[in-house]
């Protein structure tokens, strides 16, 4: 079992930043993607971007690309969303996730087994 903590959701306006951490507990595996998703209100959960816990390569939704970045801390077994110029689109609950899916559904919610409990992000306009 993984259990996977969120943190570092809030409130800001637009244009500002924020820091989203996921701490990983449990059987961790090295071959690990961890992902975050989000959910915004009467919307389905949405792919925000994944990170491959081995070699630490990424990916990320259009939608966010060169605004938000993931990065990994292996000692802490830690996985950071870095998100900038944030907007009022952003709002939602983001969750953290972590699994080893296929490449073909990487980007799908359902093949992530594990998943934190989630953190609201709120941007104002």
């Known amino acids: 079992q993984v259990q996977l903590v969120e943190s570092g959701g809030g409130l800001v306006q637009a244009g500002a930043s924020l820091r989203l951490s996921c701490a990983a507990s449990g059987r961790t595996y090295r071959n690990y993607v961890m992902a975050w998703f989000r959910e915004a209100p009467g919307k389905e959960r949405e792919f925000v971007t994944f990170?491959?816990?081995?070699?630490?390569?990424?990916n990320y939704a259009d939608s966010v690309k060169g605004r938000f970045t993931i990065s990994r801390d292996n000692a802490k077994k830690t996985v950071y969303l870095q998100m900038n110029s944030l907007k009022p689109e952003d709002t939602a609950v983001y969750y953290c996730?972590?699994?080893?899916?296929?490449?073909?559904?990487?980007?799908?919610?359902?093949?992530?087994?594990?998943w934190g409990q989630g953190t609201q992000v709120t941007v104002s306009s």
């Open positions: 996730a972590a699994g080893h899916p296929d490449s073909t559904v990487i980007y799908k919610g359902p093949a992530y087994p594990y």
């Open positions: 990170i491959r816990w081995s070699d630490g390569s990424t």
